[in-house]
């Protein structure tokens, strides 16, 4: 049982490009979100889903898109990357929107130069 | 806005000891707190929750603290072992809202030898 799967784990940008965080989950969870994690602060939620077909914006969803075509994958797209998005990115998932138990993959540590 | 926070960013313990972590929080409408641990280059791994009706909840070496007067959470953490040294989160959820936990910064525990 793999849990909550990320790739890639490191990735250095340039301003301007685009890219997909990919994020995979095979526990059957509804629930899926995105997090990002910056020096001295807490996760902070940039996007969610409550099931296939179903996304929202969470607190800091600017610069960032995210689709959920399957129970099992939610990628986050970075439009046009800036330097303020030079960030530690989790994706976490859970039973359903009443659990707060989350299962958090290992991080994609992203670089934008 | 509402927010919840760490008092101490560094808590250093001697192996054997035991640890006491606090957090205080600002939103009285939240239904659940939850504490996560972070080992370095991992993703946070769910420790305990509670439910804002409960004053004490006990795991396994883990208790946590919840005094609603003055908004204040704790994890206590008996007999601190080596494997015990990562950050630790403290997070509130309010469910009606959409399960979108708020994170605190952190605190690091270290454990002496």
């Known amino acids: 049982n793999a849990g909550v799967t990320q790739t890639p784990k490191f990735q250095v940008l340039k301003t301007g490009q685009s890219m997909t965080l990919q994020c995979a989950q095979d526990m059957n969870h509804e629930y899926m979100s995105w997090y990002r994690q910056d020096p001295g602060m807490g996760l902070r939620l940039i996007h969610y889903s409550v099931g296939a077909g179903i996304t929202d914006q969470g607190e800091v969803p600017n610069g960032y898109n995210v689709s959920r075509s399957t129970t099992e994958d939610f990628p986050l797209r970075l439009l046009s990357a800036a330097p303020s998005q030079t960030s530690v990115y989790f994706c976490?998932?859970?039973?359903?929107?009443?659990?707060?138990?989350?299962?958090f993959g290992s991080g994609t540590q992203l670089s934008v130069l | 806005g509402e927010s919840v926070g760490l008092h101490l960013p560094t808590l250093s313990v001697q192996e054997g000891d035991n640890s006491i972590i606090n957090c205080a929080y600002s939103?009285?409408?939240?239904?659940?707190f939850i504490w996560y641990k972070q080992e370095s280059g991992k993703g946070p791994q769910f420790i305990i929750d509670i439910r804002s009706n409960m004053d004490k909840r006990q795991g396994q070496r883990v208790t946590v603290l919840l005094n609603k007067t003055v908004k204040h959470l704790s994890l206590q953490i008996a007999a601190t072992q080596p494997g015990d040294s990562a950050v630790y989160f403290c997070?509130?959820?309010?469910?009606?809202?959409?399960?979108?936990?708020?994170f605190g910064g952190g605190t690091r525990v270290l454990v002496k030898p």
């Open positions: 976490a998932s859970t039973r359903d929107r009443t659990n707060e138990k989350l299962f």
């Open positions: 997070a509130e959820n309010k469910r009606a809202a959409g399960n979108k936990l708020t």
């Open positions: 939103n009285s409408a939240s239904d659940y």
